[in-house]
């Protein structure tokens, strides 16, 4: 059984910063892109970041490009997101994501995703 658990959110001040945790079991995690999402009320769930399955390659949102990073941890099977100088608009439920083994299409469309985490909560107060 495939899972994705995500960690580490919380609320912050604007200009701070968070990182936030996927920790994945049930699946060969080193043949798999990864990906972030975010989803705010009301609004349509948006890809934030992606990082390949050797992590040599990664691409972000360009609303997040410059200020968030992603990184995974092959021993602890984890992928993160370093979140610096947050801004109130990124305030979202964040969720992180498997890429599908062939990814097809460009990695921020949610359909090349096959199973995601429960979500984790960012608030950012201005």
């Known amino acids: 059984q495939v899972y994705l658990v995500e960690s580490g959110g919380g609320w912050v001040q604007a200009g701070g910063s968070l990182k936030l945790s996927c920790a994945a079991s049930?699946?060969?995690?080193?043949?798999?892109?990864m990906g972030w999402f975010r989803q705010a009320p009301g609004k349509e769930r948006e890809f934030v970041a992606f990082?390949?399955?050797?992590?040599?390659?990664?691409s972000y949102a360009n609303s997040v490009k410059g200020r968030f990073t992603i990184s995974r941890d092959y021993v602890e099977r984890t992928v993160y997101l370093q979140m610096d100088s947050l801004k109130p608009e990124d305030s979202a439920l964040y969720y992180c994501?498997?890429?599908?083994?062939?990814?097809?299409?460009?990695?921020?469309?949610?359909?090349?995703?096959?199973?995601w985490g429960q979500g984790i909560q960012v608030i950012v107060s201005s």
């Open positions: 994501a498997r890429g599908r083994p062939r990814m097809v299409d460009s990695f921020a469309n949610r359909e090349e995703y096959d199973y």
């Open positions: 049930g699946f060969a995690f080193s043949s798999h892109g």
């Open positions: 990082i390949n399955w050797s992590g040599s390659s990664t």
